[in-house]
């Protein structure tokens, strides 16, 4: 018999078919504007051949425990046990590992993609689970936007700005004269949202915006960037020079009179030691147009064009995430605030700053926030956090002290790491060295529905269900939507839920009633529900009761009175709503900054050359640009063990003839940390001098040269990390060669493989 239900995903809500207990189809949910082929993958993905069905323990360890030491990750035979067999494995190493250690020799490796579920939220879960078994190593910020998250509480107060607030699309639409995006607005990025959208509104939002008359101006070496039938001017400079660009526009706002210095004095502090940078009084150089537009490598008629466009009405500029994601990552989104400043429109509505609008679907979305739940944590009293960007040295290094924030840290000597809800051998970077460093610690857990290459490196594997096989809520506080996330069909195998796990492991460490406070997951599920109706009664809206929700599928929050610009109350009056900087308002130099003496973050925004890019590239280097690929998220969605042919690599026609590469050829890029395959696209709209790789490919080297197989960029990016300040993520601060391999096509390498 055929059973319909309702569910959603990080990529949108839909229907979902099941079939004699097995799921045969999923669709989006009709209105909703979801990807179908994302969505339709469900299925294949549910009963992938690399699923994982029952725990598994790494021979060597099996056999000789921490003795086999960490080289046979990855090469040796994994052995199917029993859950009681694994569960007193892991309970058996926490145990020892705190005792022999301490709390800090324990590494609580997560990310927060695995599960829309907000109850079932793999990092929540493993944080709770750790901090209840006695204390671990945690991380702080994230590779999405880690440089943000450090410099915007010195500029703004906090990093809310990024994280979720964001002026509403509606006012876009209604007032915007003209949008400046650095880094574009690929609608790709549209298609996923943490937590899930109840509904993706950005198309139809560039479209009243556009059709209102918005002028739309894109800054990216990728004509991809703009979206479909978006009447957009295009400026292609070369990567990492947006900050250059954005402190000579700030300069021309001064040369020019148009700077608004009542803003300036109300409403910014430092702002006299910002503008004596830019009229070059501290290192001899003005930020002139024609400066920035020999540093991006662009005509200077280019960026004289922008200037005019924004010299008059109302302007909205906005940054992608990526621009944060390389050398100096903190300087462009410090700038964007500054230009935006100069022009005296934050707050007012239309105008600013926001950032992300290219990013992730629902940034901007005209919704209430805070009606979505969250697990509580509990307190790590006996732990610490290192920046999530900087594991991999952690592990290598232990006792290195790093300068981070203003403080130091030092790495702790790392014996145990437990990974539960994150594939660290796609999102992290110099994958070879990851693989070095995770050979180090004695001990490695690994939760997993699938065989991901972070799975096969474990020690111990334990089979976690999918989203599809558990009970949960979900949604974000950018969308309007929360949504029920019934059980579809019964876990594949003998998987357990991350929940159910912990809860066995906690039994065994003395610590359940800490960590589960006596709730089974539908206890939890309604325990969340008062974090709605609590917020409901706060605000006077009201929250249908947990049986009512559930039954319905989905509750849609009541739009707020009035559609959201970012910060304008703290417009309406400073003084009564200041921010949490120490001066209360916008800081354009930060005397915190200047205390911690950090020479690659400087007091204020200023353009630093990157260590790696075209300014100081060897004549047959490219900058690679790696982005998120079309139709996945992240690496979920791969098409593990079916061997698929190499990711592709889009390169401008002119570099590929130099090189004698054609299109769907097979080429190798390579540089000193790693290289890899990638199938040639050849891409008229890419700025000459750049490659662009879609991360998410599943690592695959090979074992006799080391070239990884799939398609995984990150071989080629670098681990340094954006300042001293940050210690962020600069994955997009790499320089690779590129070359054709000796099959000259797709069809030709594939029977190779």
């Not at 082929?37 to 099996?62: C, D, N, Q």
């Not at 994150?422 to 180090?440: I, T």
């Not at 290289?675 to 879609?694: E, F, K, S």
């Amino acid at each position: 018999m055929d059973r319909r239900a309702i569910s959603l995903c990080h990529w949108g809500p839909f229907e979902a078919r099941v079939r004699d207990g097995r799921l045969v189809e999923t669709r989006p949910l009709p209105g909703s504007g979801a990807d179908p082929e994302m969505i339709g993958a469900w299925p294949r993905m549910l009963y992938s051949e690399s699923r994982i069905t029952t725990p598994h323990v790494r021979k060597g360890f099996l056999d000789h425990g921490i003795r086999s030491g960490g080289a046979g990750r990855g090469r040796e035979e994994m052995v199917p046990v029993d859950w009681d067999t694994a569960l007193d494995l892991v309970a058996g190493e926490l145990a020892r590992v705190h005792t022999d250690h301490g709390p800090h020799a324990i590494f609580g490796g997560s990310y927060g993609w695995s599960s829309a579920g907000r109850f079932h939220h793999a990092r929540s879960q493993v944080r709770r689970f750790l901090a209840a078994a006695g204390g671990f190593t945690d991380q702080i910020g994230n590779y999405s936007w880690g440089a943000a998250q450090a410099i915007l509480p010195h500029v703004l107060g906090d990093f809310d700005a990024v994280a979720r607030d964001a002026t509403s699309w509606e006012t876009i639409a209604a007032e915007t004269d003209v949008v400046v995006a650095f880094g574009g607005l690929n609608p790709k990025n549209w298609r996923v949202t943490s937590g899930g959208a109840g509904a993706h509104h950005m198309p139809q939002a560039i479209a009243d915006a556009q059709a209102r008359g918005t002028r739309f101006i894109v800054i990216s070496p990728m004509a991809d960037d703009i979206p479909p039938g978006l009447q957009a001017d295009l400026i292609r400079p070369r990567p990492g020079s947006d900050t250059a660009i954005m402190l000579a526009l700030a300069f021309q706002a001064v040369a020019t009179g148009r700077a608004d210095c009542d803003f300036l004095a109300r409403y910014t502090t430092g702002h006299d030691r910002f503008l004596a940078y830019l009229k070059g009084e501290t290192d001899g150089q003005p930020k002139t147009l024609d400066w920035a537009a020999g540093i991006a490598d662009v005509p200077v008629a280019d960026l004289q064009a922008l200037w005019q466009a924004i010299a008059r009405g109302r302007v909205m500029l906005t940054a992608a995430w990526s621009l944060q994601r390389a050398d100096h990552g903190e300087q462009p989104f410090w700038a964007l605030i500054a230009l935006a400043a100069m022009l005296g429109q934050i707050g007012l509505p239309g105008g600013g700053f926001c950032f992300g609008y290219g990013s992730m679907n629902a940034v901007g979305a005209d919704s209430r926030k805070g009606f979505v739940p969250a697990l509580p944590g509990l307190p790590n009293t006996n732990g610490m956090a290192l920046p999530v960007a900087s594991f991999a040295e952690a592990l290598m290094e232990p006792g290195r002290q790093i300068a981070f924030d203003g403080r130091r840290i030092t790495f702790p000597d790392i014996r145990l790491v437990y990974w539960a809800g994150g594939n660290p051998f796609h999102h992290a970077q110099d994958l070879s060295m990851v693989e070095q460093a995770w050979r180090r610690p004695e001990t490695i857990v690994v939760h997993e529905p699938w065989w991901t290459p972070t799975a096969q490196r474990a020690d111990i594997v334990l089979p976690a269900t999918t989203p599809l096989e558990r009970n949960d809520l979900g949604g974000t506080s950018r969308d309007p939507s929360i949504l029920a996330m019934p059980k579809l069909v019964e876990p594949l195998g003998d998987a357990w839920n991350d929940f159910d796990i912990f809860c066995a492991l906690a039994d065994r460490l003395g610590c359940r009633a800490t960590f589960d406070e006596g709730l089974d997951e539908a206890g939890w599920l309604r325990r969340l529900w008062t974090q709605t109706e609590a917020r409901g009664a706060r605000e006077g809206i009201e929250v249908p009761e947990f049986d009512s929700f559930w039954q319905a599928g989905v509750w849609k929050v009541p739009p707020p009175e009035a559609p959201e610009v970012l910060l304008d109350r703290f417009r309406e009056d400073p003084a009564k709503n200041p921010l949490r900087t120490p001066s209360g308002r916008i800081e354009l130099f930060s005397e915190t900054v200047a205390g911690f003496g950090y020479a690659d973050c400087p007091p204020h925004p200023v353009w630093l050359e990157p260590a790696e890019w075209l300014g100081a590239a060897q004549q047959d280097e490219l900058h690679l640009v790696t982005n998120q690929p079309a139709r996945q998220l992240h690496s979920q969605i791969w098409p593990a063990g079916s061997h698929p042919l190499p990711g592709a690599v889009h390169i401008n026609p002119e570099d590929a003839r130099l090189r004698g590469i054609a299109e769907g050829a097979m080429t190798r890029l390579q540089n000193a940390r790693g290289a890899c395959r990638a199938t040639a696209r050849i891409d008229p709209t890419l700025r000459q001098g750049v490659v662009v790789m879609a991360t998410g490919a599943w690592y695959e080297p090979d074992p006799a040269t080391g070239i990884e197989r799939n398609g995984n960029p990150n071989v080629l990016t670098s681990d340094r990390r954006t300042s001293r300040l940050g210690q962020a993520c600069a994955a997009l601060s790499a320089l690779v060669r590129i070359e054709p391999l000796g099959a000259t096509t797709a069809e030709e390498l594939e029977g190779t493989i």
